[in-house]
């Protein structure tokens, strides 16, 4: 296989490979290692023995981010704060022909899912994303992942009945969403306390993520109250900030700059009309990728 071919081959299953290594570790640089990683393998392997390319490929990449997976969970437990994915920006284009599809995948990468696929074991997360995200058949999960197809069998049901207990019902709708980001921002920014209000949920949750590298809640602020009036009393102190709105994760967002540079991005989930949760990401390392 010449050279531009192996190139090609590779390339054409890249975002299928960055998408599962994303989705495995939460993280836009680690992703891309890991996905480097798997082109050095491939650049490497006995291309007579490869069969199925795509397989291989996806093989490669799995075993490798579980193994990245286990040592980012060592290094998470001292994470200082709450810990959220980093903002990867969506545009599935024709990787989704079809309104579905795009609705699965962008399921699939939202922060709300990713943080519950946070306390799943790295192979329960694995079989979860390579099933349910990209629907493999359990008989290939099983060869990837070195197991019997009745282990990754239970394993999926172990990580789907998991993943329905604890991740939220939030609504999906991209025009709600973003016409509640738009009010919520001109609240904010407004000084409106009492426009804000009226888009919590009593029990609206705001996560804030800096990892202790920038100014954000140490912990869960909770309440419609609390939630307004953080929000009410750090907007004040955003003057000379750009905003632009952005896709991240499947959804509308909020991605401020502080002179260009990248500092902070809002992101809402919405069930009943009503704000349910604020993502903010403000820690500089999950935020690069975004310049």
Not at 52 to 81: F, H, K, M, N, S
Request: proline share 5%; hydrophobic share 45%; with cysteine.
């Amino acid at each position: 296989m010449a050279i531009d071919t192996v190139t090609d081959v590779f390339e054409e299953h890249r975002p299928v490979l960055m998408g599962v290594a994303y989705r495995m570790l939460g993280r836009v640089a680690d992703a891309e290692d890991v996905v480097q990683d798997a082109w050095l393998r491939w650049s490497q392997a006995d291309r007579d023995e490869v069969r199925e390319p795509r397989a291989y490929l996806v093989r490669v990449t799995t075993r490798l981010a579980i193994d990245r997976l286990r040592q980012a969970q060592a290094r998470r437990e001292a994470y200082v704060g709450p810990w959220l994915p980093e903002p990867l920006v969506t545009d599935f284009g024709a990787s989704a022909p079809d309104t579905a599809e795009t609705a699965v995948l962008a399921d699939s990468v939202s922060l709300a899912v990713l943080v519950v696929l946070e306390s799943l074991s790295p192979l329960e997360r694995a079989v979860f994303v390579l099933r349910e995200a990209f629907g493999f058949p359990f008989a290939e999960i099983a060869t990837t992942l070195e197991r019997s197809e009745s282990a990754v069998r239970q394993l999926a049901g172990r990580a789907r009945r998991h993943v329905d207990e604890r991740r939220p019902r939030y609504e999906v709708d991209p025009a709600e969403r973003r016409d509640l980001t738009e009010r919520f921002l001109a609240a904010a920014t407004g000084g409106d306390l009492a426009g804000l209000m009226t888009l919590l949920a009593p029990d609206v949750r705001l996560v804030g993520d800096s990892g202790g590298k920038s100014k954000a809640p140490l912990r869960v602020v909770e309440s419609a109250d609390k939630v307004g009036r953080f929000v009410h009393g750090v907007a004040g102190k955003g003057a000379g900030l750009t905003v632009r709105f952005v896709e991240v994760n499947g959804g509308p967002a909020v991605l401020l700059l502080d002179e260009g540079k990248p500092d902070t991005v809002v992101q809402l989930e919405i069930a009943g009309g009503r704000i349910q949760c604020v993502y903010l990401v403000r820690n500089p390392d999950k935020l690069a990728s975004l310049a």
